[in-house]
């Protein structure tokens, strides 16, 4: 096997095989520590605020959101964009970064893809529940007239988004559980007490890391990945159709797919930062997750940054080329209307900020790095915000020109997903490996590792 | 009949087990499976694991997967009951079938592709494995020969620690065991 020398290496310490197990095993082995304690303790609170916030809309009607007559979708839309983007970049570093064979989404992957699953959880919630009547959800699936509705539209955005959305759930998961697989029979085989020696044993599917499982598994892994790559870039495009579809100015563009897309990649690798910036403190993982991986992230958030900004350049551009008033009066109103001000937090932070990691030094320093990931996310926010409340406040007709302002319901459901967000983090760090323990073996340098200096000296012996 | 007696090599280092399964195959020896924390890319070269089918069954999931929303979609909106949505026929409108086909694709492809990974490698939840050691998956490497079918276990076990064994164990497991060929 060829290993570049010049190449630094992805993992620092000088780890045996055994090591690695070691310190990614550590926190599942070891009980929970303050920190994890207090971090899940306020997740669940927030958690419990979703599921009120959620009872007391189910309970008293839509009419306690701020949405209205002429802005039909807002925040909860917003949000749900906003975490449906979000879990893109799991599935960008598990599926397309393992295609182009990039070496860094190894010691990454893993918390990537929980993110992935957990934050299509969190966008669920808001469309089941702008429905209103949350009961008829299965409305929306293709059942027979006799269920109560007629066969479902197939010519609507909104039931592909349905397709795609429950597809890249359940891919995801799948594809996150088939990583974890091996991993879990290495938790299984050291753990010590009965309870979670049957518990792993139960999830680890009777793993015995065989030459021939191992072969088939990665290519199934391959298989995977080729297929979610396609399907990560449709999910988005899809979700932006349920914009572009429709004939509502600033909506109506061709743009919108790659754009949305490369919007979803930006901002999900602005949460994989903020995540690990904090796990890898937190755990001690700096030796799996190096500056240099948080180098190769920032990288990824400069260019889709880039990308996205040229996206809303170019949107103006052709607003103001077509010649279309309608459309250019709704590109004037992001900019110079009443949400000015979401505008241009949205140009600043997605545009100019992430420009900043164009000077090596800065995407090399932890701290700074979170500060920038958490004005990645604002930004993004604000875009979808931006899409969908300016374009619709304004419409066609002047008498029903309207403001949108959130109740306090949808803040309490907003900030809730946050809890469901991170409450499930916290048991996933607990109950499995946040890093992929065999992936991470296997990228290890044959030559550089602790066993090589013992086969080294008996090939020398032998040479003699 | 399973094999159910092996001597089986334990190394700590994904080279020399690579080479000890080469050193094997020359001397006319079988290896009959390695065990390995990690996929050792060659090993499985070196022990004369055939190559895969699962490729190829999955693109047929895929097309399974493809025909299957085409034709429950044109059922639906063409042939069962047309709707006519805002003065547009919904009858047999392929291009708007291109995204629920898409998806019905992928999904079919991942699931069908796993479940039949995990029955061909008789993976369920519940089995509890058979191993040679409990670090297997974590820092060991074991390479297995069914020895009933070998009469020279001197020679395999000097071959083996010749080629960097840390020890060589004999090792019978139950009728039923879980080690698949």
Known sequence: MFEAPIRERWITGDKSYGQISDDICRPIENPPTKAWWGGFTLSFIFFCALVFGLTYSVWNGLGTWGINKTVGWAWDITNFVFWIGIGHAGTLISAILLLFRQKWRMSINRSAEAMTIFAVMCAGVFPIFHMGRVWNGFWCLPLPNNFGSIWVNFSSPLLWDVFAISTYFTVSLFFWYMGLIPDIATVRDRAKTKMTKFFYNLLSMGWNGSMRTWMRYEIVCLILAGISTPLVLSVHTIVSFDFATSIVPGWHTTIFPPYFVAGAIFSGFGMVLTLLVIARKVMKYEDYITINHLDAMCKVVMLTGTIVGCAYITEFFIAWYSGVEYEQYAFINRATGPYWWAYWTMMSCNLLAPQVFWFKKLRRHPNFIFFMSIIVNIGMWFERFVIIVTSLHRDYLTSSWIMYYPTWVEVCIFLGTFGLFFTCYFVFCKLMPTISIAETKAIMPLDQLPIAKKRMAAEAAHAH | ?181
């Open chain 2, 1 to 181: 009949m399973k094999p159910t007696k092996f001597i089986a090599g334990v190394f700590d280092d994904p080279v020399l087990i690579t080479r000890a399964a080469r050193k094997l195959r020359e001397s006319g020896v079988r290896v009959y499976d390695a065990y390995t924390p990690f996929s050792v890319h060659g090993l499985d070269k070196e022990i004369g694991i055939k190559h895969t089918r699962l490729g190829i069954a999955a693109f047929l999931f895929g097309c399974t997967g493809f025909c299957l929303a085409l034709w429950m979609q044109s059922y639906m909106s063409w042939s069962d009951w047309p709707m006519d949505v805002g003065g547009k026929p919904n009858t047999f409108v392929v291009p708007t079938y291109v995204p629920v086909c898409f998806e019905s694709t992928v999904l079919c492809t991942a699931l069908l592709t796993i479940f039949t990974f995990w029955i061909k490698s008789k993976m369920f939840h519940g089995v509890v494995p058979d191993l040679f050691d409990n670090r297997q998956t974590s820092d060991l490497f074991i390479l297995a020969i069914d020895s009933d079918s070998h009469k020279n276990h001197s020679a395999i076990e000097g071959l083996l620690k010749e080629q960097g064994a840390l020890e060589v164990r004999h090792k019978e497991f139950g009728k039923n065991h879980t080690l698949i060929q």
